[in-house]
């Protein structure tokens, strides 16, 4: 599954073959969300850290029960290294609580992993002599996302690393035409639907506690 992992991301960001290649770490076993069927996984809970995926790698992790390196933990989220790395000091922000897809997650705790990003980040540059850094999500299988527990990469970057070929590939410039703006019609017309969901919800929501 870990070979599989890195093939996903390989296809997806296409990160330069050196030749070589890495042998799995030890320190964390290659066991994943979707190694174990929805109806087969049990819901573990623990009133301090919500809800956790029996089978899922990175709740077994939180819970103590798989080894990795942590870089940072606080109540909300964990941060260790990624056990596939595609730089030195790549490493991966993990919230507590299991949540499979970053739509899934609440916006609560997307701002709580993303406001440790520049003090996790910066240590890591630090570290790891970088002066840059990607910060990636895959999310969803065509994304290359292979671990269905939410989690943000934070990947350092140097000068000249050739890390991504896609970044050597010419980007075709926007066409301020028909089709771009049809496009941006209906992206704003799916935000504008969203919020006034959300807003009958909290009236809902409202009502009822009344």
Not at 138 to 152: C, L, P, R
Request: glycine share 4%.
């Amino acid at each position: 599954m870990e070979a599989r992992r890195l093939a996903i991301l390989c296809s997806h960001l296409r990160p330069i073959n050196s030749g070589r290649s890495r042998a799995t770490p030890s320190h964390l076993s290659s066991s994943n969300c979707a190694s174990v069927a929805k109806s087969e996984q049990q819901l573990i809970y623990d009133p301090h850290k919500g809800s956790l995926q029996d089978g899922c790698v990175f709740c077994r992790i939180i819970l103590g029960e798989e080894p990795a390196f942590k870089l940072y933990e606080d109540d909300s989220c964990l941060c260790i290294l990624d056990t596939r790395p595609l730089s030195n000091g790549h490493s991966l922000i993990i919230p507590k609580s299991h949540y499979s897809s970053l739509e899934a997650t609440p916006p609560s705790v997307i701002a709580a992993m993303c406001s440790k990003v520049p003090l996790i980040s910066n240590a890591i540059m630090k570290s790891t002599g970088s002066d840059s850094f990607n910060l990636l999500v895959n999310n969803g299988v065509a994304a290359g996302q292979v671990i269905f527990h939410t989690h943000i990469h934070i990947i350092p970057r140097k000068a000249r690393d050739c890390l991504w070929e896609s970044e050597s590939l010419q980007r075709r410039t926007l066409k301020f035409d028909e089709e771009a703006s049809r496009l941006a019609e209906s992206i704003q017309e799916m935000l504008h639907n969203t919020k006034e969901n959300d807003s009958s919800k909290v009236q809902e929501s409202n009502l009822s506690g009344n």
